[in-house]
């Protein structure tokens, strides 16, 4: 990693100013993605506390300390040497910094049910705990120019996995072979990891929600999703595509078409200050007349990043990730458009592109050609 | 997939068995690995019911539902088409069941503090919520014979990643080129995913706690850790090796050795009804016999199955996972040895081995050779 080039301070300073909207004091940070975006850091097994004031205190296992220290923006780095100490240890930062009954805003969709009892009962017992996401999100949902540019990194790493996949698919071959050939394709051209597994879903398989890489060998005649989410300059985007193998029934052919057209809509429909369902509605209105209303899953779309998914996320589904709701489009975001697809009972169909929302509309990042036939 | 042949009716029976012991009358699943082991159908956004009386339920995604008839054991398998009916949908389940008052166990380990707060308000309002990893632990901890084939399956493709790995290694290839050998060589070795990052960690890199593959070259004189973690046949293991890099250093040479030493007396300390701690009590003596005691991190086993950590997790930490101290080795569990390391300021090695724990005592399942050069 190199050193940090974003611009931590500004983020701290955006960070107080939403930490005193809220009535917070301080945010406790723990999700990789989280101590990334406000430390330049996001090596799991860490914490972190960001005051309102502007301090920044991570802790780190005792191993990683000198490199924690290259690549951190923390103005107070400290060592841990087992899970006890990483915890108990928050107990007395929170004293240090006057914080022990202050308001804490706590990853409230990170944590675990389990752990975020004892947490709030023994570190955090006279303290006020209120959920850090609407701040956290807040904060990442708007991409900066140089977060744009890690984007476009993974994105070109993504469309270099897309080209590998489509070249390998053939009958007879496996699913999890065309998965290997995407991922090391990836591998050379910079993927750091995955943000998602590799999906390689053929014939009834591609009707499914979910379709990582199995066994089934692919035949000729069917759907095959490839789905890819490389990791790149520690940032993620979305990219599926969907290869017609040989000949194919009129119905796939013509659902393929049918959801080209709705996604190319749904990604018109994110314009600056235009409502964010607004995407939605007009995937939904095409798809519809087109006779593939029924056979078409939610959500459409959500952000990415840092993150596979990240805020913005759709209406009902925010909740449930304990995210806000978020009413319109802006410039900065960066969405993953065409994450549903028209699913039949013998065969499913799907296309998604990470989208960034520039000041003059929707630019795609992921820009891999559509239809594909093998 | 294939239709399920483990034995669900027995498990359920021992399920059932364990809620008596615990008071509780239903386990609510959610984590893909629960759902897996009790119904043989794990995948992503479904959810179920098991009833102490023998009943199962499911809920999934409306695209699934021939799939999951295929591959589900469930005695009742219904749809849903969006978040909100997935979980609203289960309010009615618990009231046909005549459960919607009763004690019902929660995978608290899982569920985000967020989720867990709705779920609990909104769906079991009434109900009595207890915790369902001391059930579960028990029941998964204990592998079957036909468990333990399929783990013998998922170390077979380790091993085979790690021989591409090794063979890959050499002074300019960047750490992530070795990984997407690795992996590539895991997929045609019939991997169906990644139960965790491949980490190849190579010089400095190689004394970090965590070391997923990054752009780093590889230099001669370098450690390179390896660590891969397939999933096949829906296990998974975890196989660590450290690869020695042309002429290094005697101090690193003679960690690697120590390491080799300890490692082999923490493995053969895996004998039925042994405490359990005394795994970490032989590794620790061994290495601090040969000085190297202050440079070795915790904890240094758990167990490994359907998921990259499961029970049995060493004390302290099982605290922290929401699970229980478990005090004994006992016959059937599987345990991933070597989970730590020697680390110095400028090198780190391991070696991490899964084990299963016969009648007879310790039996490696990954048996990749311990000492690599390049």
Redesign the interface.
């Known amino acids: ?1 190199a050193a940090p080039s974003f611009d931590f301070t500004s983020r701290w300073a955006r960070a107080a100013s939403l930490m005193e909207g809220y009535g917070v004091d301080a945010l406790f940070l723990m999700k990789p993605a989280n101590l990334a975006y406000l430390t330049g850091d996001g ?3 860490a914490l972190g506390l960001l005051t309102r004031a502007g301090r920044c205190v991570v802790a780190v ?4 300390l ?2 924690v220290r290259m690549a951190s923006a923390a103005t107070d780095i400290r060592a841990f ?4 100490e990483m ?1 108990h240890g928050f107990r007395d930062v929170l004293a240090e910094h006057g914080l022990s009954e202050a308001t804490v805003a ?1 990853e ?11 947490f709030t009962a023994h570190i955090l017992s006279k303290a006020r705990v209120v ?1 850090a ?1 609407p701040i956290l999100s807040r904060l990442r949902m708007l991409k900066e120019a140089l977060e744009i540019e890690c984007l476009e990194a993974a994105a070109a790493v993504a469309d270099a996995g897309m080209a590998a996949a489509a070249g390998t698919v053939r009958p007879g071959l496996r699913e ?2 065309v ?3 995407a ?2 394709a ?3 051209a ?5 943000a998602s ?2 999906y390689v879903a053929s014939g ?2 591609s ?4 379709g ?4 089934k060998p692919i035949e000729a005649g069917e759907a095959v999703q490839v789905h890819v989410a490389p990791v790149a300059r520690g940032y993620t985007v979305d990219l599926c595509r969907t290869v017609l193998v040989g000949q194919v029934t009129q119905e796939l052919a013509e659902a393929m078409e049918a959801y080209r057209d709705a996604q190319e809509r749904g990604i018109a429909a994110a314009v600056p200050e235009a409502p964010l369902m607004g995407v939605d509605a007009a995937m939904a209105t095409a798809l519809g007349r087109r006779g593939f209303g029924d056979a078409f ?2 959500p459409v779309f959500h952000g990415v990043g840092i993150e596979h998914e990240e805020a913005p996320i759709p209406g ?2 925010a ?2 990730h ?1 995210e806000e709701k978020v009413e319109q489009v802006a410039a900065g975001m960066v969405l993953a458009i065409g994450n549903c697809g028209i ?1 039949r ?1 013998s065969f ?1 169909v799907r296309l998604e592109d990470t989208v960034w929302v520039s000041e003059q509309g929707p630019v795609p990042l992921t820009r891999h050609p559509k239809l594909l036939r093998a």
């Open positions: 990693m090596r799991p097994c296992p005792a191993s990683d000198r490199s040497h087992s899970e006890e915890f706590l409230k969709n990170f944590f675990d049910a389990a752990l975020y009892e004892v959920p996401a999890t072979d998965a290997g050939e991922e090391r990836m591998r050379k910079g993927a750091e990891g995955w597994a590799t009834w398989r009707a499914l929600a979910h990582p890489a199995s066994l899953l939610r009902g589904h909740v449930i304990g699913y009972e499913g």
